[in-house]
């Protein structure tokens, strides 16, 4: 009976070490989730704060387009009216 005790006790020691490693790899894993999803959260605000970027870009170069084509064309313009006007 006294070793059927001990044997208990040792597996219930076994047990309680485990539960206790277990329970440290627990709060390991909570600890790394919360660092991922603060990870996460800023990489959100990045992608949205470069595609805000991107689209500002876009706009930008959009009217820039438009402008070198509007000037292009005054310039052809006036190319035009000085060869039917004979100046070179």
Partial sequence: MDDKVKALASEKKK???EVSRLETQ???YKADAERAE??????KQ???K??????EAQTQLEELQNQNKHLTTRL??????R???GIQ
């Fill in 26 to 28: 627990v709060k390991r």
């Fill in 76 to 81: 052809d313009r006036i190319k035009q009216s």
């Fill in 83 to 85: 060869t039917a006007l």
């Fill in 46 to 48: 990045e992608k949205r």
């Fill in 15 to 17: 047990l309680m070490e």
């Fill in 38 to 43: 603060s990870v996460e959260d800023e990489l």
């Fill in 50 to 55: 470069l595609q805000r970027e991107l689209r």
